[in-house]
């Protein structure tokens, strides 16, 4: 039975901003410039752009009619859909990797606020072994510690707000504030003397850099950016209206986070390649990507502006606006958990998920191997293993005429049969032999 005094957002700019703000996150500023230095520049960009239309976008409108169809969390949709199936574990699954997410993501969330204390004191542009001021914070566990418990106190304040004033409001303020940034510093970036070298590397096909595994690559990150997979979807999904066309919001969150990736890469190559006297190092460095190009990399690249410090500050608030929007999406996925399924107040709820997550957080902190494993695990086989059987779900589970009523809001939508037939066919074939594909690769690669 759905739940009728369910919190809705309250406007469409909210609801996309709000969509927009889960998928948008740290992958896209550290992982997509890395799979693009990888993938041949532009070649990657364009089979990235493919998957993200023909298999990223399907997917997130599967998990917005979950959500939507039976206005409840992540497990308790399929309770509502699919009554006494093994489906609820696809939902329970879910909830686990959003959970298992923020165990690790936390503890780079909590690098962000270290780094932007360095940028605005000043500190930062005294650094001259920037790997040596980085492995000092690593080794610091309990700066790391009050540092995660400063950010997920931060995301829990908003949490406890509630979906219209904590979700959908922070996300109204966030994502502008995001966009701006991103343009203000890639402005800088292509300024820059040399900056030509890396928007060339980044928009012009480069064939001798296209690995053999570059679409599968582009899979992987395009599920990865769009939050697919660990229930975001599917729980942002039961807060959408029934009149919120859910093919459009998809398209539209989808180009968002597409934006996004792009305008980092804007950000990033230029200033690497322009501020490097070494082009082959800073190749290796765009490559490796990770918390090494952030925090080690791109500070050092930094220090050579005039300015550094307002060029840093804006750079690491962006990495923890960028965050922070993906972290109350994920609370927000185990919290509703927590109160609907355990009849919990949403306070009790979002507090003992924080508890949680930090205790996880803590001994990720400690343990690169743990910290590396529960990103591993979570990236490799729990989002394609929850994308793929969200696709068979609705591809072949979900009535028909529920698929079309969701897609068409009930006829009053211009979408047709063979609209419908084309989608199912995604949903049903091709979506998940690709999420397979990437699985299979996961383990081999």
């Not at 298992?100 to 542009?125: D, H, N, P, R």
């Not at 707000?161 to 996300?171: L, W």
């Not at 599920?223 to 229930?231: A, E, V």
């Not at 306070?347 to 949680?356: D, F, Q, W």
Request: hydrophobic share 50%; proline share 3%.
């Amino acid at each position: 039975m759905k739940e009728t005094n369910r919190a809705t957002f309250t406007s469409k700019i909210g609801m996309i901003a709000a969509a927009a703000g889960s998928a948008v996150g740290l992958g896209n500023i550290w992982r997509f410039p890395s799979m693009t230095a990888d993938g041949g520049g532009a070649v990657f960009i364009l089979v990235y752009i493919g998957c993200v239309l023909f298999f990223g976008i399907p997917v997130m409108v599967a998990e917005f009619i979950i959500g939507r169809s039976s206005k409840a969390n992540t497990t308790g949709a399929f309770h509502i859909l699919a009554p006494n199936t093994s489906w609820k574990w696809v939902g329970r699954l879910g909830v686990l990797t959003g959970f298992v997410i923020m165990g690790f993501y936390m503890v780079v969330c909590g690098w962000t606020l270290e780094y932007i204390w360095q940028s605005v004191s000043g500190k930062l542009a005294t650094v001259t072994d920037f790997s040596a001021n980085f492995a000092a914070l690593q080794q610091d566990h309990l700066k790391q510690t009050l540092l995660m418990t400063g950010f997920a106190a931060l995301t829990l304040l908003f949490t406890l707000s509630g979906v219209r004033k904590g979700v959908e409001k922070s996300s109204k303020i966030f994502m502008p504030t995001l966009f701006l940034l991103l343009i203000l510093l890639g402005i800088r970036s292509v300024t820059l003397p040399g900056a030509i070298n890396g928007l060339e590397f980044l928009f012009k096909p480069n064939m001798e850099h296209v690995k053999s595994t570059v679409f599968l690559d582009a899979m992987g990150q395009a599920f990865f950016s769009l939050s697919l997979g660990m229930g975001c979807m599917i729980t942002y999904g039961s807060y959408f209206s029934d009149s919120s066309n859910l093919t459009k919001t998809a398209i539209q969150v989808s180009v968002l986070d597409m934006f996004v990736a792009i305008l980092a890469g804007i950000v990033i190559f230029p200033s690497a390649f322009a501020l490097t006297s070494n082009p082959d190092t800073i190749l290796d460095d765009l490559i490796n990507g990770g918390p090494g190009l952030l925090f080690i990399t791109l500070p050092q690249l930094f220090n050579e502006i005039p300015l550094s410090m307002l060029w840093s500050s804006l750079f690491f608030i962006l990495l923890a606006i960028a965050a922070i929007t993906s972290t109350i999406s994920l609370l927000e996925v185990v919290t509703i958990y927590i109160q609907e399924e355990y009849k919990r107040t949403r306070h009790e709820s979002a507090v003992l998920v924080a508890i949680g997550v930090l205790v996880l957080g803590t001994v990720s902190s400690f343990s690169p191997k743990f910290f590396g494993l529960l990103d591993s695990v979570s990236a490799e086989w729990m989002l394609p293993i929850g994308g793929f059987f969200i696709s068979l779900f609705v591809g072949w589970y979900l009535d028909e005429k529920l698929v079309y009523a969701q897609l068409t809001n009930e006829g009053k939508e211009k979408f047709g049969i063979k609209f419908l037939k084309g989608y199912r066919f995604i949903l049903k074939y091709l979506a998940p032999l690709a999420i397979l594909a990437i699985f299979v690769y996961g383990l081999i690669g």
